[in-house]
Structure formats: C-alpha cells, structure tokens
C-alpha cells in the first residue's frame, strides 16, 4: 500500500506539481491571513477554502476552473452565514445541514463544476462546526476565505498554471441513468441524505461536540464514487486510513501541538500527502487529512488522546451510515455502473480508431490523441468501478479473476490505442491503405462487442483475416494487437451466455 501511494508511476511528475503547488498556495493564503491580523480560526477557514479551491475545481479548461473558482464564494459564504445563524439552534442546524448534503450530491448531475460547487458548499457549513462559528465572526470569516481565494487563484492561474501547457482534457461524465429516481445522482442525492441522517443522530449520541464528523464521514464516502460496491470499498478505506492517522497523529501530533512552527511543518507535510496520494490512494489520503486535522485541533487547543479516539468511533459511524443507505436505499448496483464504463471505454477504441482512419485518409482536424487522453480518464473510473471485485477481501475469486482479465485487457487496448496514435501522426502513414483497413477491422470488434458482429462475420473468422493482414508488417502491430484484446475481451465479457461483466457479480451487486 505504501509502495502504491508514493512509488506509483507519475507520468510528466503531474502528482508532485499537483501537491507542490498546493503547499505552496495553501501556504501563501494563510500567511497572508496572518500577515493582515486574522485570528487563527479565520486562518484555518481560510486555508480550508484555499484546499478546496486546488483540490476540487477539476473543469477540463483552465477558463473552466477560473470560473467555477469565482463561484466558489457565491455558495459558500451564503452556506457558512446560515450555519453560523443556526448555531444556536441545533433541529434547524441539522435540517439545514441534511439539505446541504442532499443538494451537494445532487449537484453532481451538472458535472465538475456542480461537483466542485456541491463539495465547497457542504466544506463551508461542515468547517463552521468545526470552528464554532458565529454571526459576530463572519465578517472576518468572510474576509479571510475571499482572501484566501484569491491567494489560491494566483498562484494556480498565474506563477504555476501548468496545465495551459497541457492539452485540454475532456470531460468524463458518469453515467446518470436515467430522469427522476432512475437518475443515479438522484438516487445518491437520496442514500447520502439518509445516511448522513443517520451519522448524525448516532453521532449525537457519541458526542453532541464532535458530532459532524461522523456526517463529514458519511459525505466523502459519496464523493467520486456511484455503485454500492464502489461506496462499500470506500468506506472500508476511510475507516483504515482514519485509524492509521490516528495512531500517526498520537506519535506526531500530541508531541508537537503546542509548537507552532513544528506544527506548521507537519500541517504543511500532510496537505502535501492529501494532494500526492489522493489519485493512486484513499487509504493514504485520509492518512494525511487525519494528520492534518488532528495538528489543527492542536493548534485550537483542544487536543488530547480522548479526542483522537472519538474521532475514529465517529468515523466508524459515519461510515456505516454510508453503507446502510448505499445497501437499503434505492440501491445502485455495481454491475450496472461497470457495464457503463466499459462500454464507454470500448466505445472510445471506436472512436479513437475512426479518428485514426480519417487521419489516414488525409483529414487535418482528425486527432486521435485527444481520444487517447480520455480513454485513460475512462479507465480510471472503470478501475474505480471494479474495485470491489478486485479488492482482496472480496470472497468471489472467480469473479475476482474474470474483473482482472477485463482490466488487463483494456490495459492492452489503451497502449495499443497510444501507439496507434503515434503511428498515424508519422506523415509517412498517411496514405497507407493497408493501416485505414485494419482501423476498420479494430471498429468492426468493438462493434461486435457493444451491439452485434458486422455483416455476420464471427471473431474467429475476423481474427485470421487481420494476422494474415499483419503478417510481416510491423506498421500494423498496433492495430493487431488492439483488435487481439477487443476479440479476447468477448470471453470475460460475454462468456457463453453472453453475460455482461457486471452481471457476474460484484460486492453488494
């Protein structure tokens, strides 16, 4: 697990930007709070805000995540003014906070931006329990977050706004099925409703001080996932990596919480964790949150012992309160959601391979790099997918075995698609008939896989037609091979009776 987190392959070192440039804006935002006498409690709010900015604006432009930025404190300061309204008034706070989860969930139907907009706007309210906020404080509250922003801003779309040097990565929507409850962000909405319903009454029970984080809990186990089996493997990692930085935070942070400058180094360490880990490791991610957040109670003056238990007893509800309602409430079944992304991550071979042949065939817009990119965004979320199947506690090895076989295999289509992208780059390809057929033999198995075979051919019989194709001809490696996985790809897909992948079952499917 540790290798994974921090020895995993970072291509173009895009994790370490990623997390440096957070340290390094998270940081200018708080020192510049300091700088112009903010208190501590509006520090950490602005710092809170400045994290989130980084960490949760993901539109695909960097125009799109200027403007999702600017609308961050359009939700957010209303959102944190009525929670310091109702902090004095605990049924109204609850409702309150119960509709702010539902809403934030459900603005994920709008894309990366209501994600981002959702995320922020359930962070502002959960911080104002976490700060006790008042009325008498938001102006200072206010100020410091628009600060904070700010600070963040420049240093993302100004000293080090890589990605304008990157090309524009496309969108990857989760798949909604459907209008009313047949939507899955509407069905989400629901479950993450209910369960933080739940966090927070039993939470309550366990603490009427510290009882948001069994809710915080039950929000992020929601976050970026969207079948049953994925939230059920989530929850299971949160609950470890909060144990894990439990016991972290008992050698670092009971030590060093009443030194500011070493606190401030931990803190600082940790946001890095949060944003280097955060794409290859929940586990590790929630490590570092953990951390962080036990240095800021330090900091607060509130730490001991007794508060780093209760957190894990918290969490532990919270937690649970995902997995009843992903279980009990309008379940999403994890087969369904595979499905869908395998037959998006096919569907874009399809595509990336058409892109290849209008290349060849001479057309100056055609770019299946592009097509590439997001095939690799595809997997991501299909890895996600299939992550109860794969997990080592999952008692279904059969099934295990099958979702591995899948996995590898579109592995092999995404390096075969890569190649074929560099091939028909080379102007020396550009004419070359042999490579434009073989493209339409790759789209001919992927349209056997997604709908029906065409003109009644048989894989069999396709497959000796492209290695006599092939044979001899390196130029066409790529395209043999890709259409070598899309025809082993029938066997765990469709087997003998033609069963999708996620019809063989998953955990809580």
Known sequence: MLKRAFVAPDPGRM??????????GIGLAVALCGAVGHSLVAAIAGGLAALLALFTVTDPTVRGQAVTTALLPVVGLPV????????????????????????????RRWGPRGHSLGVFAFMTFFAAQFLHAVPGQLPE????????????????????????????????????????LARITTRQAVQATVGAGFALAVGQVLSDQRWYWAVGATWWVFVNTTSRGETLVRGFRRFLGTVL????????????????????????LSVFGIFYTAAVSYTWMMLAVTVMASMLYGLLGVLDPALL????????????????????VLPVT???VTDAWVGRALRCVHACTAEAADRLAGSSTADPAGRVAELEAILGRVRLSLAPLVHPLSPMRAR???????????????????????????PEASHDARLAAACWRVETAVEALTDSPVDG?????????????????????????????????????RGSNRVPIGAVGAIGA
């Not at 994790?15 to 390094?24: D, G, H, T």
């Not at 930085?245 to 600082?268: E, R």
């Not at 957190?311 to 937690?319: L, S």
């Open 15 to 24: 994790r370490l930007r990623f997390a440096s440039r957070a340290v390094l």
């Open 80 to 107: 944190l003014a009525l929670a310091a309204a109702l902090h004095e008034v605990p049924v109204a706070r609850d409702l309150a906070f119960l509709a702010v989860v539902g809403a934030g969930v459900y603005a």
């Open 141 to 180: 509250l206010y100020a410091a977050v628009l600060l904070s922003l700010a600070a963040s801003s420049v240093v993302r779309f100004g000293v080090w706004c890589y990605e304008r040097r990157l090309p524009a990565a496309r969108t990857v929507v989760p798949p909604t099925g459907g209008s009313g």
């Open 245 to 268: 930085g439990i016991v972290l935070g008992f050698v670092v942070a009971v030590p060093l919480h009443d030194q500011p400058v070493a606190a401030a180094v931990v803190v600082a």
């Open 309 to 328: 238990a209760l957190r894990v007893g918290e969490t532990a509800v919270g937690a649970l309160g995902a997995v009843l309602a992903v279980l009990l």
């Open 334 to 336: 994890t087969h369904a």
């Open 400 to 426: 295990t075995g099958r979702a591995r076989h899948v996995l590898a295999l579109l592995d092999d289509c995404a390096r075969e698609v890569r190649g074929l992208a560099s091939v028909v780059a080379d």
């Open 457 to 493: 051919r048989s894989p069999r019989a396709e497959a000796a037609t492209v290695e006599h194709a092939a044979d001899g001809e390196p130029v066409l490696a790529h395209l043999h091979a890709l259409e070598q996985a899309l025809l082993e790809l029938a066997v765990p897909l």
